[in-house]
């Protein structure tokens, strides 16, 4: 069963259902597949895993349309204290009362998951949830973006993409990094994806000079 072929077993909501949720990520703002853990960090790197493994430049994933969730997360002292998710096709869950020592207590967050489809990385499974305010902007137009395109050509529904940044500059932290999901291309859900055409970015460099392992 190749990589998105597993996106569409059984039990997934229709096409419609999807669409119409992805919608409501607007005014919102588990499921996930098993994998790492995909963030970026504070100095605007995409990493995952426990050793916190750059992404390479210019690699592209494949994003299960169907793998959006929405629910909260409760942090302690760096730890996790709570967490509930649900699909974005099914109401926010309920959460109760936040766990003691719950640092923010419960904190709304959204989720993905994506499959590496080029690359040193071709073929890792990771999960992406935010609950920054630039993670979970970038979470919902994903999302709108799938609900726009599945609207337009149904048969295509799952988005290529580069994992990239963007930045602002804070009048107290200074420049934050926020990602952003970069779509070149989009793909029917039982074909095997190959990566998609996109165009050079000028700020990755030679792959030479790329830094590609960072320490933990």
Known sequence: MNAITAFSGAGLPSVGDLTSALRKMETVVGAAANGVILKMDKTGHWVFGSDQTEVEDDSQWAVNPF???????AWGDGDVLGEVMGPITQPLPDHGEAPAGAKK??????GL????ISG???GLEARYSATSVGGKKAVTALGLAIAAQVEKDPSKPVPLVRL???HYQHKSYGRIFTPVFDIVDWVAMDK??????????PDAGDASSRRRRRAA
């Open 67 to 73: 793998s959006f969730v929405h629910g909260y997360i």
């Open 105 to 110: 207590g419960w904190e709304v967050q959204v």
């Open 113 to 116: 998951s994506v499959k590496c």
């Open 120 to 122: 040193e990385d071709k």
């Open 164 to 166: 990239k940044k963007e």
């Open 192 to 201: 095997e994806p190959e990566p998609g055409e996109a165009e050079a970015d």
